[in-house]
């Protein structure tokens, strides 16, 4: 399969033209029009920085539906302690750095200076969004991602402090899912996603759930207005604290 080059143009080949290893274009620029056109058409960035600026569309594709999250019986003996607090938009530059930084496993380097700014600039414009997870006043952990109508494109997450970033996505997918967000896309397959019910299902497909989602209103401007109970599915109140 080809590799297509990007001009100054902000267009993309369809993503069913991508490699098998899901590799569709290399070169362009992280402008927010261009990150904005690419994940409306199940497409995305991923590149080390050394490397050229690559855009992707995996097959299949990892997505995780809300209603299917999955809840071990550990994690819900620590939902049940609470023993972290929640906000929304507080500190997104300071999670995304976070999760840039490099890990034991490897991950993590992959979210270049460039992309931070990008992400940066996408939150500046009500597109970009974070959760964080705080114990005290400390960030213990956080998730970004992007949001485009009734899809959320789940970027990345650290935890400073175990069970953190757990914690943070059980109630992230729950808070989606009550403000009636249709898919969580994780983009690849991970065992650690699976286990919250993640699932992966064929490209085409999601790009079919995709278009729906588009259409749907969804959630625009700084998140971080949500400061109050909102009741999860089932009746539970999900806390977000502003600092």
Not at 59 to 72: A, G, K, N, Y
Not at 196 to 225: D, M
């Amino acid at each position: 399969m080809p590799v297509f080059r990007l001009n100054q143009e902000i267009e993309f080949p369809p993503a069913r033209l991508a490699s098998p290893q899901g590799l569709l274009a290399v070169g362009g620029d992280l402008s927010v029009e261009r990150i904005l056109e690419a994940y409306s058409r199940g497409i995305f960035p991923w590149s080390c920085a050394q490397e050229p600026l690559l855009w992707w569309s995996p097959d299949p594709r990892m997505v995780l539906f809300p209603d299917e999250l999955h809840i071990s019986r550990r994690m819900e003996r620590i939902l049940r302690r609470k023993p972290f607090s929640l906000s929304l938009d507080r500190a997104f530059a300071r999670v995304v750095t976070a999760c840039a930084q490099p890990r034991a496993d490897g991950l993590g380097t992959w979210i270049t200076a460039e992309l931070q700014q990008a992400f940066v600039r996408l939150h500046q414009q009500g597109y970009a969004h974070s959760l964080e997870i705080w114990r005290d006043e400390e960030l213990a952990g956080g998730i970004y991602g992007l949001s485009l109508g009734g899809c959320f494109f789940g970027e990345s997450m650290f935890s400073a402090v175990p069970n953190a970033s757990r914690y943070g996505l059980i109630h992230l997918v729950r808070w989606l899912g009550a403000r009636g967000f249709s898919i969580i896309d994780c983009q690849v397959e991970t065992g650690h996603l699976q286990s919250f019910g993640a699932r992966a299902i064929p490209r085409e497909v999601f790009l079919r759930y995709l278009q729906h989602c588009l259409k749907q209103p969804g959630l625009t401007g700084n998140w971080s207005r949500f400061s109050h109970p909102l009741p999860a599915p089932g009746g539970e109140a999900i806390d977000f604290y502003s600092w």
